[in-house]
């Protein structure tokens, strides 16, 4: 972690939301946590704004834009592209790096060139606009050669926080599934990416699936016209960060092990399989970046058996991150956790055995929410994956259970987009029927936004 004046630094907290108490011979622990972040992120996001040396953290964004041929059809969505970027670009933080790269079937560097990074102030933002205006369409699009571009203009600075932004509006044909695969293994851990899909020809589960394997967000923009309002957002919010690479430790005792992990606010993201181990007892999930902000996670504990009016620890949750003069979170990973700082924040996650069934059986408010928001995005990705497959009863069932869980949890947004894809007959009972006719935006929307979340109610 840089070294940071402590008025800029976040402060973490975590809150343990729980029923402890389990039945006789009852062996699963459910937990909601969630980590708060404040007091820092929303310095110098302004434009032109910048810290005083030594006291914000380094940032470095590369910006990867879409060249290939089909950015020409219709001849404006290059042009808002380019505006595009450019609104990024003032967005920028005085001292920030930066680079452009031009993606087609290979990665170009547009600016600054050189295998480098150029230190964002008023020369180098003009200087960049200006080689913008000189891209054009042209070529294939073979997004893994990107990242990996990225990745080593990234690491070519000093810098604590490294973010990328990936603009496509096609389908990854020029290159094999398993190579833009191996491109997010290589990338994950060492940048975080927001990726975006403009128009409806590109496919959405390779942009989510960029987003989720390096913690960023993914949307769709169907009109091209909106790229620049998205884009300045999403530079504005990597401007906000202020610590990278945290993790969400869970340590356990003898006997006890963790069943899964899942962020499940703002998104619903799963992180069981990216744990590492970080000495006897103890993994590490990765998170990202952090500026101001409040994240939910779902962990579920399997404990050892034990006898009624025992009480044990089931998991102790604490956040790392690199001490200053590591390398990454990886490279942390893999010297077994111990090239980390403790960010001082904690939550217990405890077991009770007992009689009393009122106490065993109640399910806590928090887990019951999010365990429906997580159905609720499962539900709309397996309706509209039938839908697509032409098995119209079983997309009926599963859109009409998103339809019911949205109304139930009070998720408007998502019941808006849902009202897009059926006609809604009865939302409390979750009766609906396929409407006849779809356009793809709404779709493709309703898909790419189906693990948006909204926080439990107090």
Same mark, same amino acid.
């Given at each position: 972690?840089?070294?940071f ?10 809150d ?51 060249c ?36 087609? +079937? ?6 600054p ?23 054009s ?29 990936l ?6 044909? +020029? ?29 959405v ?39 990278? =690479? ?6 356990t005792?003898?006997?006890?092990t ?25 993994g ?7 500026g ?10 399997e ?22 003069? $590591?390398?990454?979170?990886s %490279? ?5 956790? $111990? %090239? ?21 059986? %109640?399910?806590?408010?928090?887990? !019951? ?7 609720? !995005? ?11 497959a ?8 599963k ?10 949890? $009070?998720?408007? =947004? ?36 189906s ?8």
């Amino acid at each position: 972690m840089a070294n940071f004046s402590k008025s800029n630094v976040p402060q973490f907290s975590v809150d343990v939301y729980q029923n402890e108490y389990l039945p006789e011979g009852g062996r699963e622990v459910n937990a909601i946590v969630t980590v708060t972040a404040t007091g820092g992120g929303t310095v110098g996001t302004a434009v032109g704004a910048s810290y005083a040396p030594g006291q914000g953290p380094s940032a470095g964004v590369a910006i990867m834009v879409d060249c290939s041929g089909s950015m020409d059809y219709p001849p404006t969505k290059m042009r808002n592209a380019r505006d595009a970027t450019a609104a990024a670009i003032d967005t920028l933080r005085d001292g920030t790096h930066f680079a452009v790269i031009g993606g087609t +079937h290979v990665a170009k560097e547009v600016y600054p060139g050189g295998g480098r990074l150029a230190v964002a102030d008023r020369t180098s933002r003009e200087q960049a606009k200006q080689a913008l205006r000189r891209l054009s369409a042209g070529g294939g699009t073979a997004i893994g050669t990107w990242l990996r571009l990225a990745d080593r203009l990234l690491s070519s600075a000093d810098i604590t926080i490294r973010h990328g932004i990936l603009l496509t509006d096609g389908r990854n044909e +020029h290159e094999a599934p398993e190579d833009l695969r191996a491109a997010l293994d290589s990338c994950a851990g060492r940048f975080t990416c927001d990726a975006r899909g403009v128009g409806t020809d590109w496919e959405v589960k390779e942009v989510t699936g960029i987003a989720s394997a390096l913690l960023g967000t993914a949307d769709i923009v169907a009109d091209p016209t909106g790229l620049a309002a998205d884009f300045t957002q999403m530079m504005e919010t990597a401007m906000g960060k202020e610590v990278a =690479d945290v993790a969400l430790r869970l340590w356990t005792p003898v006997g006890t092990t963790i069943k899964f992990v899942k962020q499940v606010a703002p998104t619903v993201e799963a992180l069981t399989d990216r744990r590492t181990e970080a000495g006897p007892r103890a993994g590490d999930y990765p998170t990202g970046s952090w500026g101001d902000e409040s994240r939910d996670y779902h962990v579920c504990v399997e404990v050892p058996t034990a006898g009624l009016g025992r009480e044990m620890l089931a998991a102790r949750v604490s956040l790392v991150v690199p001490q200053p003069g $590591g390398t990454s979170r990886s %490279s942390a990973a893999e010297s077994g956790g $111990g %090239s980390v700082q403790n960010l001082g924040a904690q939550g217990l996650i405890r077991a009770v055995w007992t009689d009393d069934m009122v106490a065993s059986t %109640s399910i806590n408010p928090q887990v !019951a929410h999010y365990t429906g928001q997580a159905e609720l !995005a499962q539900a709309i990705q397996h309706g509209l994956d039938l839908r697509k497959a032409g098995d119209m009863d079983g997309a009926t069932a599963k859109l009409g259970r998103a339809v019911q869980l949205a109304s139930a949890s $009070g998720n408007a =947004d998502t019941a808006k987009l849902l009202a897009k894809v059926v006609d809604v007959v009865d939302a409390t009972t979750g009766t609906v029927r396929l409407k006849a006719k779809v356009e793809e935006a709404d779709e493709m929307t309703l898909e790419t936004r189906s693990t948006k979340t909204v926080r439990v109610k107090k």
